[in-house]
């Protein structure tokens, strides 16, 4: 029998996405500004990179950098807590996602 670690805890990429997007498990009920939506399809963009091994680590550094500083000056001042939050954890997440195969 598999005993559960912390990282069987962890959130998945996914859902994080989904909440960015402000949706699925994880809706807050109140509209980010329209220019938020436009990023969690680059999340997604990434994570389909990393899973396909088709992007090095200084892209996605560099890619993750930017959509953070993008999706936050996108909020305003709507929700700024809770879009700071999804995104961090958005940037720990993918770099766990990035070295899941590596160990």
Known sequence: MKKFTFADLQPHVE???????????????????QEVYKYPPKYREILNKIRSKTMDFE??????????????????????????????????????EYYKDKN
């Open 59 to 96: 892209s996605l550094v560099y890619e993750l950098y930017l959509l953070n500083h993008l999706t936050l000056k996108a909020a305003g001042t709507n929700q700024i807590d809770r879009i700071t939050k999804i995104v961090q954890a958005l940037d720990i997440f993918l770099m766990k």
């Open 15 to 33: 859902v994080l996405i989904d909440a960015l997007e402000n949706k699925g498990a994880s809706p807050s009920g109140i509209s980010y500004n």
